[in-house]
């Protein structure tokens, strides 16, 4: 099946600061969603993005389908950004979300 | 919005119990998911179901049985529960190849 592999696994921000996630995934997919999981396990939907570019206030991302990576960026972080960022992605053979393995982010004030 | 409602936020179990996690969804979505989430292990898929009465196997389907009767819930059935099965248990749903929306989640321990 598909992998998919987020880097990196582990990161620790200073309140202010900016960073970069990013997916590889092994195979075309049509469907790339990011999420960000909170301290309480709840997953959040931050994006749905099988290519292209999306901006949502101070995060974004941007997937180039045809280099098989998807990347999240985090502008001026905030304490609240902490918690597990993942990158799941849908092949072209059916219903089936592919999880990495995620990112964990924690932002000191 | 859409709401995904687990029926438990935490559930304690003994082995060798039959356990029913419950879903409910309503945006009238086809497809819902079962996944379980274990450190150093990410998510998992167990079933999932694009239809009523219609299922699928996961990733990890053994010691797991699903239920769908009706297009709004999703049931996940263990059927004798073990101590390998102390997780957390996520339910999606999702338009047809849309994107996925998640419950909150539901931490079971088996004792």
């Known amino acids: 099946g598909i992998q998919v592999e987020q880097s990196p696994p582990d990161l620790i921000l200073q309140e202010g600061a900016n960073s970069t996630l990013r997916c590889n995934f092994s195979d075309s997919v049509n469907n790339l969603q990011w999420f960000h999981q909170n301290p309480w396990g709840q997953l959040i939907n931050l994006f749905y993005i099988p290519s292209g570019t999306k901006q949502n206030g101070r995060l974004s991302a941007t997937t180039v389908a045809t280099e098989r990576y998807s990347l999240l960026y985090i502008s001026s972080s905030q304490t609240t950004d902490s918690g597990v960022y993942f990158c799941a992605v849908e092949g072209n053979a059916g219903n089936m979300l592919t999880f990495g393995g995620g990112t964990r982010l924690m932002v000191k004030p | 919005d859409v709401k995904v409602t687990q029926s438990s936020r935490y559930l304690v179990k003994r082995t060798g119990e039959k356990v029913f996690l419950e879903c409910v969804q309503d945006?009238?979505?086809?497809?819902m998911f079962w996944y379980r989430q274990d450190p150093g292990l990410g998510l998992r898929l167990i079933y999932f179901s694009y239809d009523v009465k219609m299922k699928e196997k996961g990733d990890i389907p053994e010691g797991y049985s699903v239920s769908r009767e009706k297009k709004e819930r999703f049931s996940l059935i263990l059927e004798s529960a073990s101590t390998n099965q102390t997780s957390m248990y996520l339910c999606?749903?999702?338009?047809?190849?849309?994107?996925?929306?998640f419950g909150a989640g539901t931490r079971l321990s088996v004792l």
């Open positions: 999606a749903s999702s338009p047809r190849l849309n994107i996925q929306y």
């Open positions: 945006m009238d979505h086809e497809n």
